[in-house]
């Protein structure tokens, strides 16, 4: 009995050492994969369930993602390459697997038990599975997760995170490539814009050096910009929103939040203004009719006096103390 | 106002010859007078409703600055090495600001004394704003009338100036801070600068960089002008209006203007090494060649020749810039600072740094935040950049570049709207003067003559206009299309009176719209502030104040306060005691540091803040009286700037719930109630309401029934309506034990008294 007791235990250390084995098998014949197809590999359940298998002398990372156009992930798309540039350059950087650090990607849609086990919302999602035994282990089987909350699309924080996650590991630097073809564009470009303007130089000159031109840009960059253009820009507001009704609601509650549309009908409103100021200062004088320039001068000036009422009214939505207000609205 | 330019101008047509004259000049001398009686006294409103006091924060630390340069003199100030901020760093503080304001306020100070008049250098801080924004009407108008034949655009522009509410809002009694008298100085260099492109003078050139230098010692945003007059030299040789008057304008201002900004230590040899100063010397260069090859083109008439020397210009050009990009990318200059960098990428701050796109006053514009700040001068704006296309003369460029690039950087940050104020009044004076001198003349035109006419501008011409030089330009333009037709005139009285009366209501309307925008928006001292009580009645809260001096009369001299850096400059100012950080945020790290031991736990931050010798802690606190400028509202950047210096510890995302939302309630996440900032916010907290009742009246939520328990900091003090708390962190413990166990052990010992700390649990190992 006390030598079968025996026995098992000296078969003890077998049995982790085989484990040990099969569990850098699983890297060795992963990596191989990874190298030749360079890049991170494509997973799916079973795959994604054998790498993360927990004897593991290796660390996994894990994008899940959800490339496909249904689903509407704009970060997951502009991420993708950057993600695979990153394996591909580490791989690269670590031919020997030094690091033993794998790349994985799984797709939503190869890999929908997955995403329900993790109880997954959002994609993408990157884990770091540390190794659980060998050099390097952590005693836990609690993967570390990067969240793309701030809307990080860049492999270069990747990288840095990686680096800080793992810090006793090779780590190959990450070098962007230089994009031999954005700077062909960018010469043909301008070599093409070049010996567009010495040959189309006599036809295009009056048009650059007129005035009407240039003052209508200014007017437009002007309007866009006092209109609140920037702002939509920078945060990414709404076009329009639905009120509780199923109606259209054409202006944002609140004195900091504006929509789209909105801004577009304040900068209407704004040139309307604009336009018959010019006129009654401009053009009105310059009428030689005097029935005209009667009939004029009432439309002109009741268009700002209508339209700036009509502003008032939109300031008052916008800012509920505001007490003042003009006769028709 | 309106009324005075009104009835200016139908007198002036009773007085004819030099008499008229003298009488048009007198009138226009009492009524800029008014103009800066009404800029003034529009800005009084916090003076009589509160007191003299000096608001908001950054006010703060200049008047500690003022004081230390009136109490040691002007070199000490210049060399002064402040060790009571930044602790344990300190900061080189004479060579860290613009000393522009404090050494204007002192020199005010000296002259009163001189004159006998010992006025307290508080004062003079408090009214500097008013008292410049006077002068700012006034340069703005001389601005207007280099730019319009009118005369009374420049009235128009000056009244406009004086109470537009996007220049009010920085310039009340009491906002004593550099921007106080930067926009002066911006709009008289910009002055200065058409007047010396418009004479060609060496004189007006070397005093646009006297003023240039002037501003550089005031504020930072002198980098708008150092960018702006090369631009519109620029566009002036684009266009192809070189003159001698442009060359030796700009490179006088150059030479004498980057001169005189390098001797402000804070700025030093960042003209000649950073990529914001570029734009200047890039012109700078680019002017000579084209001055020389003028010059050449003069000399010899040869066709082919001229070509050479333009494609040589042209490569000499080139070749410069890429030397440029070059010297860049290998760091010799520095690139953009990012402050200004973030101008154009929009994104950039939000990502990379934090702590400049934390400030409310960086924030994108929206529109109403426009018409708020300028009313209608909203919208006579693009009438006027409109008119400026009329004659099109070089001045008028500058106004059409000034106008384009200032809406957009206020259309970016908020705190820009500053500097497109100036050109806004500008823009929309000579709109509405044109409309006025049109409608105003009392004589009707006659119909048959009518044809005959030939074209003008259809105004008279100004007094300050100088003729010669506008003839030049003016056979260049091909004109606009409004203005084709030959002049004519108003015919009818109705359309006359209809118009005038219509602008004048609109002009009353601005003038109540103003007074009402500065009298609720931009005129609370942010450290005083006033609520309405159910009666009507006004009642201050004094919150900030009673815990600065608290904290002057009870803690040693000597004691750091931290709090976050938004208070460093009142702790300074009005607690006089050290602080860790405050609102020059020179020191990213420093301010993530204190971020870090906000938003850890007790364990994580105790350490911290034993090894900054942090004696108090102050927080800011709402939820009693939903005051919602609070810590727990900025608290989020707190963790995100501590979260960009170590990623690892600090998360943003523990911070919020699984569905994403901010809370402080029961559904509040670990993380979030375990931090100090939570914990000190809430100390305490349901004790003034009954059992489970305790609510938050700024998120606006019921708080958890148990409060959260400090075991490293006691309550040291909290003021009246609960704003402000002040907690001591406790000495290491007599008996060596740790904080937790020391509290754990004081409340098993009450339990033991009231008898209910009788059963025991097992023992167990404690793992930490």
Not at chain 1, 288 to 310: D, K
Not at chain 2, 546 to 563: F, G, H, I
Request: net charge positive.
């Amino acid at each position: 009995m006390k030598l079968l007791t025996i026995l098992t235990a000296s078969l003890l250390p077998f049995t982790a050492l085989a484990v040990k084995k099969s569990s850098g098998d699983r890297f060795q014949q992963h990596f191989a994969k990874q190298l030749s197809n360079a890049g991170p590999l494509k997973l799916d359940d079973k795959l994604y369930g054998d790498l993360t298998k927990t004897p593991r002398d290796y660390s996994v990372a894990v994008l899940l993602t959800a490339l496909e156009a249904r689903f509407g992930c704009q970060l997951c798309n502009e991420f993708q390459p950057e993600w695979e540039l990153l394996a591909k350059q580490w791989t690269r950087g670590d031919r020997n697997g030094e690091g033993r650090l794998l790349f994985g990607t799984l797709d939503f849609m190869d890999g929908k038990g997955t995403f329900q086990a993790l109880q997954l919302q959002t994609a993408p999602v990157l884990l770091l599975f540390p190794p659980t035994t060998g050099p390097n282990a952590k005693p836990d089987n609690v993967p570390q997760r990067f969240d793309f909350s701030s809307g990080i699309n860049k492999a270069e924080p990747i990288h840095s995170w990686l680096v800080r996650q793992l810090p006793d590991i090779p780590h190959p630097a990450f070098v962007r490539p230089i994009n031999y073809l954005m700077i062909g564009i960018g010469i043909t470009a301008v070599l093409g814009v070049i010996t567009f303007f010495t040959v189309a130089a006599p036809y295009v000159l009056p048009i650059i050096q007129n005035r009407n031109l240039w003052a209508a840009i200014s007017l437009i960059a002007v309007l866009l910009f006092t209109s609140g253009h920037m702002f939509n820009h920078i945060r990414k507001v709404p076009y329009v929103a639905q009120d509780g009704r199923g109606d259209v609601s054409y202006f944002a509650g609140g004195f900091q939040n504006q929509f789209g549309l909105e801004t577009q009908i304040v900068a209407a409103m704004y040139g309307v203004l604009a336009f018959a100021t010019i006129s009654l200062a401009l053009k009105v004088p310059r009428i030689a009719n005097p029935q005209t320039q009667q009939i004029a001068v009432v439309v002109w000036g009741g268009v700002i006096l209508g339209m700036y009422s009509f502003l008032l009214s939109v300031f008052r939505v916008k800012n509920g103390g505001y007490p003042f207000w003009l006769p028709p609205f | 106002m309106a009324a005075a330019t009104t009835e200016k101008t139908t007198t002036g047509f009773f007085f004819e010859g030099e008499t008229g004259r003298n009488t048009r000049g007198l009138l226009r001398l009492i009524i800029l007078c008014t103009i800066a009686a009404a800029a003034i006294a529009s800005r009084l409103f916090s003076v009589i409703r509160f007191e003299s006091i000096i608001h908001e924060f950054d006010p703060w630390f200049n008047f500690r600055a003022t004081k230390y340069l009136v109490q040691h003199g002007f070199y000490p100030f210049w060399n002064w090495f402040d060790d009571r901020t930044w602790h344990p760093l300190g900061r080189v503080t004479g060579g860290t600001l613009y000393p522009g304001l404090m050494v204007t306020s002192g020199v005010i100070w000296k002259l009163l004394r001189f004159l006998t008049l010992p006025v307290d250098i508080r004062d003079i801080c408090v009214f500097m704003a008013p008292a410049f924004s006077g002068l700012t009407a006034f340069a703005s108008y001389l601005f207007t009338s280099e730019m319009s034949d009118s005369p009374s655009a420049g009235l128009l522009a000056a009244i406009f100036m004086g109470i537009a509410p996007g220049y009010i809002s920085r310039s009340v009694a009491g906002s004593y801070d550099n921007e106080a008298i930067a926009i002066f100085l911006l709009v008289f260099t910009f002055y200065l600068w058409i007047k010396a492109v418009k004479e060609g003078s060496i004189m007006w050139g070397a005093l646009t960089a006297l003023f240039y230098g002037y501003m550089v010692s005031a504020w930072g945003g002198y980098v708008f002008i150092t960018n702006l007059l090369p631009l519109h030299a620029f566009v002036l040789i684009c266009m192809g209006r070189f003159s001698p008057r442009l060359y030796v304008s700009y490179t006088t201002w150059y030479a004498l203007g980057t001169l005189a900004s390098m001797q402000i230590p804070f700025v030093g040899f960042l003209p000649i090494r950073s990529s914001d100063h570029m734009a200047a010397l890039g012109v700078f260069g680019l002017i000579q060649l084209v001055g020389f090859a003028e010059y050449v083109r003069a000399q010899m008439p040869s066709k082919q020749f001229q070509t050479l020397l333009r494609a040589m210009v042209l490569v000499v050009f080139a070749l410069a810039f890429g030397f440029l990009v070059l010297l860049t990318v290998s760091g010799t200059i520095a690139p953009w600072s990012g402050r200004f960098y973030s101008l154009w990428d929009t994104g950039y701050a939000k990502i990379h740094i934090p702590i400049i796109a934390s400030v409310s006053e960086h924030q994108p514009t929206a529109w109403p935040a426009f018409f708020f700040d300028l009313n209608m001068l909203i919208w006579l704006f693009p009438a006027g950049v409109y008119m400026c296309f009329r004659s099109l003369k070089d001045e008028q460029v500058f106004v059409v570049i000034y106008a384009v690039l200032a809406s957009y950087f206020a259309g970016v940050m908020v705190r820009l709207m500053l500097t497109l104020t100036p050109v806004v009044c500008v823009a929309a004076a000579m709109a509405l003067s044109q409309i006025l001198d049109t409608f105003l003349v009392a004589s009707t035109p006659d119909e048959g003559d009518a044809n005959k006419k030939p074209q003008a501008n259809g105004t008279p011409a100004g007094a300050n206009g100088s003729v010669d030089i506008k003839q030049q330009f003016a056979n260049l333009a091909d004109g606009l299309r409004s203005t084709k037709a030959p002049l004519v005139g108003i015919y009818s009285y109705l359309s006359k009176s209809m118009i005038t009366g219509a602008i004048t209501a609109y002009l009353l309307l601005f003038v109540l719209h103003c007074t009402w925008v500065t009298s609720n928006a931009y005129s609370s001292p942010s450290v005083v502030l006033a609520s309405r009580l159910p009666d009507g009645s006004q009642h201050i809260i004094d919150d900030y104040r009673e815990a600065y001096y608290w904290l002057r009369q009870n803690t040693a001299p000597n004691a750091k306060v931290m709090s976050w850096w938004d208070y460093g400059y009142q702790i300074g100012g009005m607690a006089d005691r050290p602080t860790l950080v405050d609102n020059n945020t020179w020191n990213n790290t420093h301010i993530a540091t204190v971020g870090k031991a906000m938003s850890s736990r007790e364990e994580v931050s105790y350490p911290i803040m034993r090894q900054h010798e942090v004696d108090y802690v102050l927080v800011v606190f709402g939820a009693l009286l939903g005051y919602s400028g609070d810590d727990i509202n900025k608290f989020l950047w707190m963790v995100r700037i501590a979260e960009g210096i170590w990623p690892d510890e600090v998360k943003e995302r523990d911070y919020f719930t699984s569905r994403g939302e901010y809370r402080v309630d029961d559904e509040a996440t670990p993380t979030m109630r375990n931090s100090l900032m939570y914990k000190m916010s809430y100390y305490k907290y349901n004790d003034l309401f009954p059992a489970g009742q305790a609510q938050d009246r700024v998120r606006g939520s019921r708080l958890p029934a148990a409060g959260p328990e400090l075991s490293t900091l006691e309550e040291a003090f909290t003021s009246e309506n609960w704003i402000i708390r002040i907690y001591k962190v406790k000495d290491l413990d007599n008996l060596g034990r740790s904080h937790q166990e020391a509290v754990a052990f004081e409340k098993g010992n009450k339990r033991k008294k009231g008898g209910a700390g009788k059963r025991r649990g097992p023992r167990v190992l404690r793992v930490d």
